[in-house]
């Protein structure tokens, strides 16, 4: 199985930019297709994004369209979620997250179809 550990969360002012990245070991980051989902307080987890393993195809929530990117690095078994144009409601714990999902171009964006999760890491956007 497959270990994530995510870091690079932080505090930043509304319109700042993060980029928290999640490390993977045990197994290769490139048999997997990678989610990103968040949870604030009072609030289920949610979709935010995800890039498949085969095709680097990537998908968002409406909430993150063109603000939001998922670079993965599978020579450094490393993803990474580039926050841009950052939103007092984007504050969240952020979670990566592992499928082993074969579709090419569409990755799934339920958290049951994720097998491995990482621990979170915070981001908290001030206005």
């Known amino acids: 199985q497959v270990q994530l550990v995510e870091s690079g969360g932080g505090s930043v002012q509304a319109g700042g930019s993060l980029r928290p990245s999640c490390v993977a070991s045990?197994?290769?980051?490139?048999?997997?297709?990678m989610g990103w989902f968040r949870q604030a307080p009072g609030h289920s987890r949610e979709f935010v994004g995800a890039i498949t393993r085969f095709t680097s195809t990537t998908r968002y929530a409406d909430s993150v369209e063109g603000r939001f990117t998922i670079p993965r690095d599978n020579a450094e078994n490393t993803v990474f979620l580039q926050m841009n144009s950052l939103k007092p409601e984007d504050t969240a714990v952020y979670y990566c997250a592992a499928s082993p999902s074969s579709s090419p171009y569409a990755a799934p964006v339920h958290a049951p179809s994720y097998d491995y999760w990482g621990q979170g890491t915070q981001v908290t956007v001030s206005s």
């Open positions: 045990g197994r290769a980051l490139s048999r997997y297709t």
